[in-house]
């Protein structure tokens, strides 16, 4: 109780607490984000031998135990397993100097930058939100939304493991009386989210013969809905656009991306919320400011 009413008492020491707290998230993520496609993709393949009646491949019978705990951490090209004090976050890679201390490979840059990053979104909610339960909510939110973003750049994939949770836990907020948004909003938003964007895929699919998303990115607004409410969704669309339209106008000015390549809209999205999780408010305000319509 000391502790809890001295972060109240103390904004700077909340937001250190939640910066440290990001990092350790950070490492966290960075297992998840590598793990859940795969996890997906065993799965898939398990399935699909039970819908065609087919054995597993021989060795494969009995396949190793493989989720979030299972194995331990592990260098993927000596299976050297990492310690305790190989794995704090960003501190250990720097000392390592990127490179495994078992056979000396490189150790993705991605893995620092993902727990900084982690780091200052949990700090930005807590300088935003300060001490209230609805930082709780937004820290679980910001962490789901920045590991869907990563694991859709990686693999073109929203998994539901991640977006269901979502879902529910804007509504549980909601209905908790935790949440900014009525309940009423909150599942409006969720309904509206998801047929928007269901009835977008639709109509290009007819008019194109071509998939524009995929299931996911329904799922996503819908849980950004219900996080945010269904007078925000414009808003949130909005945003994602213009995120996207930047991102890939820059990309394509550097050559990485041709003109005619499919992007994912996921990561927009979850960026598009995050922010007007944050700033959503002012951002309206501004714009009714802007041309008088308040």
Known sequence: ????????????????????????????LNVVIHRIPKMMEATWRQEARELLEQPAPKGEETP?????????????????????????????????????????AA????????????????????????????????????????????IDLDTTLLPDDLTYPLLWAGLLAAVLGISPVSLSDAVIGAMAGYLALWSLYWVFKLLTGKEGMGYGDFKLLAALGAWLGWQ?????????????????VSMMASGSMKRDQGIPFGPYLAIAGWIALLWGEAIVSSYLGLFNLG
Do not use: Q
């Open 232 to 248: 925000y969704l414009p808003v949130v669309v909005l945003l994602s656009s213009v995120v996207g339209l930047v991102f890939a």
């Open 107 to 150: 150790i993705s840059k991605r893995y620092p930058i993902i727990e900084l990053l982690t780091a200052l979104v949990a700090g930005l909610c807590a300088w935003r939100f300060g001490y209230d339960p609805w930082l709780i909510f937004m820290l679980y939110g910001s962490f789901t939304l920045l590991a869907l973003a990563v």
């Open 1 to 28: 109780m000391l502790l809890l009413d001295y972060l109240a008492a103390n904004p700077a020491a909340l937001i250190l607490v939640c910066v440290l707290f990001g990092l350790l998230v950070g490492s966290f």
């Open 64 to 104: 190793p135990i493989f989720n979030l705990v299972t194995p331990g951490s592990h260098c993927p090209h000596c299976n050297h397993r990492i310690r305790w004090y190989e794995n704090v976050p960003v501190v250990s890679w720097a000392l390592l100097k990127g490179r495994c201390s078992g056979c000396k």
